[in-house]
């Protein structure tokens, strides 16, 4: 009982010590792969498989940041998300503007290399796929993965209220996308998939309260 109570203590002791700050940031963001367009439909008039042009884009949010014990803190994140990737159907002519409208939820873990002034981290992101359903000419996008899967590491440095910030974000899952179109009969279709969630690079201020 006494060692429960000396845990409960200590445990006590370390939360009510612990440092607790709120900042706001802002990113932007550098899709660093393109994803991949095919027409993967067996009616199409001509089979394809090629690249998408990206955009640059942007992201806001709140982090916080938990000290932990040994140097360590926890900086769980939300952000929206917002780029785009550009593709032309060389068959209907037909550009397709696909929007990348995301709530992300970073949960990261990181080391103190500087005291306050320096720091790196890790850790896994969950995304929501906020984008509706759009549609380009005769062609009707279906969303296969609302959400999505990645990681980010990075670092950031304090200088005092300001926070300057890089990480790079990679991809565990796919956002998988269908855009399909009725060919002649009723029964027969042109589908065209777009295959990624992209690898980005972002770059950024915050301000801590």
């Known amino acids: 009982m006494k060692k ?5 203590l200590v445990g006590i002791s370390m939360a009510a010590s612990a440092q607790i700050s709120l900042a706001g940031k802002a990113n932007l963001i550098f899709p ?4 991949s367009w095919k027409n ?3 009616s199409a008039t001509a089979a394809f498989e090629n690249k998408g042009s990206n955009n640059v884009g942007f992201n806001v949010g709140l982090s916080v940041k938990v000290d932990l014990p040994l140097g360590f803190f926890a900086m769980p994140e939300v952000y929206y998300t ?4 550009e593709f032309t159907d060389p068959v209907s002519n037909t550009t397709f503007d696909v929007k990348n409208n995301r709530l992300d939820v970073p949960l990261l873990v990181g080391h103190k ?3 306050n002034t320096l720091g790196v981290f890790i850790g896994p992101v969950m ?3 906020l ?3 759009d549609t380009y000419n005769d062609f009707v996008e279906n969303s296969k993965n609302q959400f999505t899967v990645g990681y980010q590491f990075g670092a950031q440095v304090e200088l005092k209220s300001l926070i300057l910030n890089a990480k790079y974000e990679g991809a565990l899952t ?4 269908d855009f399909v179109r009725k060919v002649g009969g009723a029964q027969n279709t042109e589908t065209i998939r777009y295959d990624n969630r992209a690898n980005l690079f972002m770059v950024g201020v915050g301000y801590k309260f």
């Not at 429960?4 to 409960?8: E, Q, T």
């Not at 917002?82 to 990737?85: H, I, L």
């Not at 796919?174 to 996308?177: F, N, T």
């Open 174 to 177: 796919k956002d998988q996308r």
């Open 32 to 35: 660093t792969g393109s994803p």
């Open 4 to 8: 429960v109570l000396s845990i409960a």
């Open 113 to 115: 290399v500087l005291g």
């Open 127 to 129: 995304s929501y796929n």
């Open 40 to 42: 993967i439909s067996n």
């Open 82 to 85: 917002t780029f785009k990737n």
């Open 131 to 133: 984008a509706k359903e």
